[in-house]
Structures are given as structure tokens and as C-alpha cells.
């Protein structure tokens, strides 16, 4: 298909022909329209390597489809994203991260080779020794470099269970001091924290087991039982810690049910538990599903009085990152999702030269801040993540201007490959793509 569309003139940019409803994303990327579609109907598990530890995956294989395929072999990936629709692509040319990147990085970093079709028609391997510069510039650029095709990822041994411990912690300092220390702990498989005021928040931490206690094994992925953070708040209410063993697959999907907690404003009553009991098999309705049947009146409703955003930043500066999401936003509860961030080249590394611990600070729902304003609050809240050398997500919306955009980013390598590729006349700017300021 680039071939052809190399025959035909290279007139218009290409993108993936996947439409745009089809995605996680809450954004419909309206570039869809106007490029060039190119089809890529791979989605299979191509090989599992279990000498070398790696599984060869094509682009569009979802998490649910890898952990389905691996868990029964005895395998698992480092870092399982959450949804059970994301896709392996997205996850690479966007990001990924789990509770368990701590240890592992976010998805990109667990991640050994890509094969890539570029502008010019040619089929690229690339990894940290072979063409390595493309391998480093591939992660988060959005499609923009090449079309990836297939995608090596480190493999792990799987156990049955999580053996999880919640701990109720109250006052912002000392949630941020507790969620530090846990974080540093390589022994912690898991480290997730659920903020559900300014100084309330459950910290939970999972190791993974093949043993577990029969009478404290929770089935929570079962449609019939309450969603995880609601369970998790329990713990918060009453005040006292506790411990479970949790069926791996279930842990690594437990907010997939309630979308986090973004069912609750679709669903009001899901979680009660007659509607559990009778209807929960149903839910929760694909993403997907959502967005094709939402009108644009709704979903400029949604934009303007609701936020989903996840922002990278320095764990040093979490205690003032919260406060600045409670002040611009106030959205509870906040997913908060330690990880390590290696010195690589890209786009995304810590500022010095030293690996460095990030945390991943997710608010979805509906700002109860009285001078919310999506567009004025949003670029406040990413002027404040650039002036700590954080990021932003680029599923999300994204209000930056082009200098402020590449502030945040390091462009360095990516603009040199774009240059050597002949990128530009193939492909837009990353920014181009993804960027309200340069979406009309």
C-alpha cells in the first residue's frame, strides 16, 4: 500500500486506516478523513520465544488477547496496561504503563525490537543495537515515523495470584512520603495508589504468588462484584488495612470493569448491587461503542465538563502536583501509578542523565472546581507539568502550542529522523496530529 501510494504522487500524508472511533482514546482524530488510509489488518501472536523470553506480537494484538494467549503457557509481560482493548500499537506509538512499572519502565521500555514499514516502502527491524536511533525515536511519535508492524516484548513467568496489601493513609504528606517509600521497593511486584480526597488515599502493594489463603482469595473481575475502587474505598471508610489474593488476570484488569471510574457517570447505578447481580455481565460497553454512537453535541458537552488526563511527573514533585490537580480540577478519585524513567534518547526521558522515579497522576471525571474551564484550566495544569520536567499523555486533549509542545517533548532525535526518512512529505508532525491548536 506505501508503494502505491509512493506510484500514485505521495500526495496526501498516510495514517493507519483503523478508524478513529475504533480507539481507546476519547479524542476522534479528524485527520482520518483527509490522509491517505492505509490498511493494517494485523492482530496476530506471532511467536512465543520462551529461550529468549520474548513474544513477537503484530500491532493490533489487545492486552486481553496477550494475557488470554500467555497466562495459560505460564508466561505474562512485565507491564500489563490496564484495558483490556489496548493494543500493542497503541501502546508503542502512544504509552503504556501498569502498576508494575516501578520496576519495569513504562511499556516502551520492556520492549526489545520493532518492525517498521517506512515512507519509502522498505520493511526495518530496529532494536537497541540495530538501528537503534529509529528503535529510540519510535515510542511515542504517533505513527509518525513508519508504520509498525510487529513488536518483540520481554516476556516473565506468570503466578496465579496477587497478594495484596491496602493501607488506608490520611494527610497529603504523609500519602506522598508512604507512596514514595512503597515505590522504591523492588520487592513490591505492584505499587497503585487511590487518592479519593486532597488527604485520603489507599495505597495498595501486590506481590505476585502462587500461593494464596482460600478464605481471603477474591475473584474480583467476576461481573457481580462491586467495582475495584469502590471495594478499595471500603478500606479507606473503615479505616483499617487488609490483604487479599487476587487471580492474576484479575488484578491486571481490575479497573477494566468501571473504566477506572468512568462508568459511574454513564452508568450511575452500575455498581448497585441488583444491577450487578442482573446486568453486569454487559458492562462495561466498549469504548468504542461509545464514541461511534455519541453525537458531536455530546461530546463537546464531555469536553468542555469533563477531563481525562494522565500527567508523568517527578515523584519529587508529586505532593505539589496534587495540590495544583486539586486546585485546577478537583476530580476524585486520582489514579496515581509509580514508575522508573530510564536516561534513554526519545522523546521522553528524566531531565538530568540519571534513570529517575516518575509517577503517573490520572484524573478522569467531572472537575468540581468552581472555575474549571477546559481549555484555560487544561493549559494551566500542563504549563505547571512543563515546569517539572513532567509530560502529558498524548491520548488525551492537548492544548500546548507548538514551542510550548516541543518544551515538554525532546524533539532531537525524533526531527533528525524525520529529516534522514523523508518523513516529512509522508507523515505529519507529531504535534500536527495530536494537538487542539493544530487540529481545526
Not at 500524508?13 to 490498511?39: A, D, E, F
Not at 488476570?249 to 481490575?254: A, F
Not at 454513564?266 to 455519541?294: A, C, D, E, H
Not at 487544561?378 to 491520548?395: D, I, T
Request: charged share 25%; proline share 5%; glycine share 6%.
Amino acid at each position: 500500500q506505501v508503494r502505491e501510494w509512493k506510484k500514485e504522487g505521495s500526495r496526501r500524508y498516510m495514517c493507519t486506516g483503523r478508524p478513529g472511533w475504533l480507539t481507546v482514546s476519547l479524542r476522534v482524530g479528524k485527520y482520518k478523513k483527509t490522509h491517505k488510509n492505509i490498511m493494517i489488518n494485523l492482530m496476530d501472536v506471532l511467536e512465543v520465544d520462551s529461550e529468549r523470553q520474548v513474544v513477537r506480537v503484530e500491532p493490533l494484538v489487545s492486552m486481553g488477547q496477550l494475557t488470554a494467549h500467555l497466562n495459560p503457557m505460564g508466561w505474562t509481560i512485565p507491564v500489563v496496561p490496564e484495558l483490556d482493548d489496548l493494543t500493542v500499537g497503541g501502546l508503542i506509538m502512544g504509552t503504556g504503563i501498569e502498576s508494575s512499572s516501578h520496576i519495569y519502565g513504562l511499556f516502551q521500555h520492556t520492549c526489545v525490537a520493532y518492525e517498521l514499514v517506512l515512507a519509502d516502502g522498505s520493511l526495518v527491524r530496529c532494536s537497541p543495537t540495530e538501528n537503534s536511533d529509529l528503535f529510540y525515536a519510535v515510542p511515542w511519535s504517533c505513527g509518525t515515523l513508519g508504520f509498525l508492524v510487529a513488536a518483540e516484548i520481554k516476556m516473565i513467568p506468570a503466578k496465579k495470584y496477587v497478594k495484596i496489601h491496602y493501607k488506608p493513609v490520611r494527610g497529603l504528606q504523609k500519602i506522598c512520603e508512604k507512596f514514595t517509600e512503597e515505590s522504591k521497593k523492588k520487592e513490591n511486584s505492584f505499587v497503585e495508589g487511590l487518592l479519593y480526597s486532597l488527604d485520603e488515599a489507599v495505597i495498595m502493594t501486590g506481590v505476585l504468588t502462587d500461593e494464596a489463603e482460600q478464605s481471603k482469595i477474591n475473584r474480583i473481575g467476576n461481573y457481580y462484584k462491586p467495582w475495584f475502587f469502590k471495594h478499595v474505598e471500603k478500606y479507606l471508610k473503615a479505616d483499617r488495612t487488609g490483604v487479599e489474593y487476587i487471580p492474576s488476570r484479575h488484578y491486571y484488569h481490575r479497573h477494566t470493569r468501571s473504566i477506572f471510574w468512568e462508568l459511574q457517570d454513564i452508568i450511575p447505578f452500575g455498581n448497585n448491587p441488583v444491577f450487578r447481580y442482573l446486568f453486569g455481565w454487559m458492562v462495561p460497553p466498549k469504548i468504542s461503542l461509545l464514541k461511534l454512537t455519541q453525537g458531536e453535541a455530546i461530546r463537546k458537552l464531555y469536553e468542555q465538563h469533563h477531563v481525562v488526563q494522565d500527567m508523568l511527573v517527578p515523584m519529587r514533585s508529586l505532593e505539589k502536583s496534587i495540590q495544583t490537580f486539586h486546585v485546577d480540577l478537583n476530580v476524585y478519585p486520582i489514579w496515581l501509578c509509580p514508575f522508573i524513567l530510564p536516561n534513554n534518547p526519545g522523546m521522553v526521558h528524566p531531565k538530568g542523565n540519571e534513570t529517575e522515579l516518575y509517577v503517573d497522576i490520572g484524573a478522569y471525571g467531572e472537575p468540581k472546581s468552581k472555575q474549571f474551564e477546559a481549555r484555560a484550566s487544561m493549559r494551566q495544569m500542563e504549563k505547571f507539568v512543563r515546569s517539572v520536567h513532567g509530560f502529558q499523555m498524548l491520548y488525551a486533549d492537548c492544548y500546548m502550542t507548538r514551542e510550548e509542545f516541543w518544551d515538554m517533548f525532546d524533539g532531537s532525535l525524533y526531527h533528525k529522523l524525520r529529516e534522514q526518512m523523508n518523513c516529512k512529505d509522508a507523515f505529519p508532525e507529531v504535534y500536527d496530529k495530536i494537538c487542539k491548536a493544530a487540529r481545526h
